[in-house]
């Protein structure tokens, strides 16, 4: 799962700037499994707003519910 995951963040045109990410838990309850991951963006170049990251975080978001997968 983790796999199919990071590509879709390296999918999502945000690979540039998520510098690291990491699965930090998995929950299971009433059949179903939960992860949570931390995500780093950084640029070299200026420092990211608000904006820019909640627009790149709607793109993955959007590319994990294409899988079918739910976003919470």
Not at 8 to 15: D, R, V
Not at 29 to 52: N, W
């Amino acid at each position: 799962v983790w796999e199919k995951i990071a590509t879709t963040l390296k999918c999502s045109g945000a690979n540039e700037l998520v510098v690291r990410h990491a699965l930090f838990d998995t929950f299971k309850k009433d059949g179903r499994v939960s992860y949570a991951f931390r995500l780093i963006f950084q640029s070299m170049e200026k420092t990211l707003t608000d904006t820019e990251i909640n627009t790149i975080m709607e793109k993955i978001s959007a590319d994990i519910k294409a899988t079918g997968w739910e976003v919470r």
